[in-house]
């Protein structure tokens, strides 16, 4: 996936990612990992690491690559998945996540990127960052594979907040279209608003009225209207960003999960039934580890919370360092593309000439 910039920068300076080394399922170990992997392939990333200072410093001290690149950020404390979003806000002072966050908030470091609970770093990130003028709901952005030539959709919000109006689905409009152009390399996106038919009778009012907001923004909002779209466009080449409230979002993308869980299954069983199907697995082991390639989730892990008053990129719990490192090379492209800036800018003209003066 190539990033593309609205201006080019030469001579970037290095990009500092804050990095939530407690998060995940596999622990600070793939964090490292993840981040090894990152600075091997980006020598212009360099990293806020944060978590017990003696644990990181026993891990990073194996990786050589790491020494110059590494600033250990001491947070004792850790935000478990079963954690309360409103008790990680009101007591989670000592931990890593509020660290992470924090850095993000203070400047220090571009984007903030974490494999842990997600409704807790929401919230966080709420609190500590602010949201955009303009934005009365943030968004979480993932890239869904499709077959689109980039391969992925944009497809937002997938969970930060389950309720969304036609004007909080205009802004996932815009937002997501700022993303598919930072993002995915792509001049003039094409949008499509998630209904249960493509007629312009059906769906909620909500969403009639969402489309004919985003409809009337087309024109000056860079991007191509393509209407209403139905859970086949999802992974179709229909439209390039997906825009949907949380709800529905996060159902769709975990039943996407699901489905692809299962057909991974059926398909080793497939190869596993006799001597024949085995012989077959191995004539076809080069499709199948290309394929492979295109679906695994690893290489596009990360999910983007849009909206807010600086980048965090949230990595699936279960990341191991390929994960990791996906999440952060995400979290680079946007940081080099100063995307948060160019995200606000989207946002605020959009907005009424009175609403936009009041903020």
């Known amino acids: 996936m190539t990033a593309r910039t609205d201006h080019t920068h030469a001579n970037a300076p290095q990009i500092r990612i804050s990095v939530d080394a407690m998060g995940g399922d596999q622990g600070p170990a793939a964090v490292v990992a993840g981040c090894l992997k990152s600075a091997q392939a980006n020598p212009d990333i360099a990293f806020i690491l944060h978590g017990p200072r003696a644990e990181l410093e026993a891990l990073v001290s194996k990786h050589s690559k790491l020494a110059d690149r590494v600033e250990i950020r001491d947070a004792t404390g850790v935000v478990n998945m079963a954690d309360k979003p409103s008790q990680v806000v009101r007591t989670g002072k000592d931990t890593s996540m509020w660290s992470a966050v924090e850095s993000v908030r203070s400047g220090e470091a571009s984007v903030a990127v974490s494999c842990g609970n997600t409704g807790a770093l929401m919230a966080l990130s709420m609190i500590r960052l602010r949201k955009l003028p303009g934005v009365n709901r943030p968004a979480i952005a993932v890239l869904y594979p499709s077959s689109n030539a980039q391969g992925f959709n944009v497809m937002l919000d997938v969970g930060a907040d389950i ?4 004007d909080d689905l205009l802004r996932f409009a815009l937002m997501g279209m700022s993303y598919a152009r930072n993002g995915m390399d792509l001049d003039k996106p094409r949008i499509g608003l998630l209904n249960v038919g493509v007629e312009e009778h059906k769906g909620r009012t909500e969403l009639k009225e969402a489309h004919d907001l985003i409809r009337d923004h087309a024109a000056d909002g860079g991007f191509e209207f393509v ?3 139905e859970g086949g466009d999802i992974s179709g080449d229909r439209a390039d960003v997906i825009v949907t409230d949380g709800f529905t979002g996060n159902v769709a993308i975990k039943t996407g999960e699901g489905t692809a869980s299962l057909i991974g299954r059926r398909l080793r069983e497939a190869f ?14 080069t499709s ?3 394929l492979r390639r295109k679906i695994d989730p690893r290489n596009v892990n990360g999910g983007v919370f849009l909206g807010l008053n600086g980048t965090v990129v949230k990595s699936h719990g279960s990341a191991d360092a390929t994960g990791v490192a996906a999440a952060i090379k995400l979290a680079a492209q946007l940081a080099e593309n100063g995307f948060n800036d160019k995200l606000a800018a989207r946002v605020a ?3 009424p000439p009175e609403e936009a003066t009041s903020e």
């Open 163 to 166: 309720r969304a109006d036609a």
């Open 227 to 229: 209407g209403f779209v």
């Open 272 to 285: 596993e039934y006799s001597a024949l199907s085995r012989l077959a697995s191995l004539l076809a082991y």
């Open 288 to 290: 199948l580890m290309r």
């Open 349 to 351: 003209a959009a907005l």
